[in-house]
């Protein structure tokens, strides 16, 4: 299958005999015993890809097992709360909503999280075509939806939070309430002693902060929001079509409308909510720098990276996968032909290789005061001709 294979030139083919900084790894590699090095531009076997990935995979499964555990077992705090006043009046109206179902459920968030953007990421290499780009991108992926799942089920399970139908849920026993037998001042706080609801409906409903479904969704959608902003170039050096801003920006409606449908089914508070979200933000921002080369630097955000062979820069010829990027505009993406690494010259641009860090403006512009560039006009003949600091 050739899907993620793609042609490399022959050095006498190319005329470059330039070895890159991969492939120079791999080559030391062999002869001393150190980490295992592989060249991104070419597709591993699958035992060459365990041997760099299965501490990860440990890892990952490792820290599922826990949070599960942690998910699974019972509150850790016992939150007091008030139930009614002395008159008879609902102390906190916004705990008593009904339990409703849930307009999302929980397994749905997180396949979406995931699902959605691997699909995406497959759809990129219809022009990538980079096995890299797509490992690289899915364990990153991973990266953010584990540790910020994990994450939040220890805030659950060691601060939690009362849910919107805590007190449809807990069902307290108002005799016991009648007879201001709570503690506190006026005896009005109790604890779940008072309540005689479901024991395992209780437990859910005491674990409301933060909300697990936020933090999935903004953990997988805010990783894909960046992973379609490098491959689109959507803020780099060209004006870009306005349906990739769409594009970029729909993942994060699709976080917020699945955060936004859990205030309507009554299943979290707004900062619940607010707190995953956060969570999660935080998580996919830090996954996608640990595998590709930046996060707003557009000439380089698109370039995953090599475990064991540090990224030497953009536009240094020694970087595998420099043009792995989906857009095809404004000399982005083209490895081998003059909008590559040729030098050619377009309205007045000199054109570097496709990362566009080689950009200069051509000929040379004076500076006015005014913060413009403007071409000098040649003086008439017996007048000095005037420098930059006298345009306006």
């Known amino acids: 299958m050739n899907f993620f294979k793609r042609r490399q030139r022959d050095p006498a083919e190319g005329g470059n005999t330039s070895t890159t900084t991969a492939s120079a790894a791999v080559a030391t590699s062999e002869k001393t015993r150190g980490p295992v090095v592989m060249s991104m531009s070419k597709r591993p076997t699958f035992g060459q890809w365990l041997k760099v990935t299965w501490l990860d995979i440990f890892t990952m499964a490792a820290m599922g097992m826990i949070g599960l555990g942690v998910y699974t077992a019972h509150p850790a705090p016992s939150r007091s709360f008030p139930v009614v006043f002395q008159d008879g009046e609902i102390v906190y109206p916004q705990f008593a909503y009904p339990l409703r179902k849930e307009i999302v459920p929980i397994w749905a968030a997180a396949l979406l999280a995931a699902l959605v953007p691997i699909f995406f990421f497959l759809v990129m290499q219809i022009r990538i075509r980079s096995f890299w780009d797509v490992n690289n991108a899915t364990i990153g992926l991973l990266y953010s939806l584990i540790t910020a799942a994990v994450?939040?089920?220890?805030?659950?399970?060691?601060?939690?939070?009362?849910?919107?139908?805590?007190?449809?849920?807990?069902?307290?026993?108002?005799?016991?309430?009648?007879?201001?037998?709570?503690?506190?001042?006026?005896?009005?706080?109790?604890?779940?002693?008072?309540?005689?609801?479901?024991?395992?409906?209780?437990?859910?409903?005491?674990?409301?902060?933060?909300?697990?479904?936020?933090?999935?969704?903004?953990?997988?959608?805010?990783?894909?929001?960046?992973?379609?902003?490098?491959?689109?170039?959507?803020?780099?050096?060209?004006?870009?079509?306005?349906?990739?801003?769409?594009?970029?920006?729909?993942?994060?409606?699709?976080?917020?409308?699945?955060?936004?449908?859990?205030?309507?089914?009554?299943?979290h508070n707004w900062y619940d909510c607010v707190a995953g979200a956060i969570i999660g933000t935080v998580m996919a921002f830090s996954a996608y720098r640990m595998v590709y080369a930046s996060i707003w630097d557009w000439r380089t955000n698109h370039i995953p990276l090599n475990r064991a062979v540090p990224f030497p820069g953009a536009g240094t010829g020694k970087v595998d996968l420099e043009h792995a990027m989906f857009t095809r505009q404004a000399g982005w993406g083209y490895a081998d032909d003059m909008h590559g690494g040729m030098q050619q010259s377009y309205d007045g641009h000199v054109m570097g290789h496709g990362n566009g860090a080689d950009m200069v403006s051509s000929p040379p512009l004076a500076r006015t005061k005014s913060g413009l560039e403007r071409k000098p006009v040649p003086a008439p003949a017996g007048h000095p001709v005037p420098g930059p600091e006298n345009m306006v």
């Open 151 to 267: 994450f939040q089920v220890f805030l659950k399970w060691l601060i939690g939070g009362l849910r919107p139908h805590f007190l449809a849920v807990c069902k307290p026993n108002i005799t016991l309430v009648d007879q201001e037998t709570g503690n506190g001042f006026r005896q009005i706080m109790y604890d779940r002693t008072i309540c005689t609801g479901d024991e395992s409906e209780i437990d859910d409903s005491l674990e409301s902060f933060p909300s697990g479904h936020s933090t999935a969704a903004f953990a997988g959608f805010v990783f894909l929001y960046l992973y379609l902003n490098a491959k689109l170039k959507v803020w780099s050096n060209y004006h870009p079509a306005m349906w990739k801003l769409i594009a970029t920006y729909a993942p994060i409606l699709g976080a917020t409308l699945i955060a936004g449908a859990l205030t309507i089914d009554e299943y």
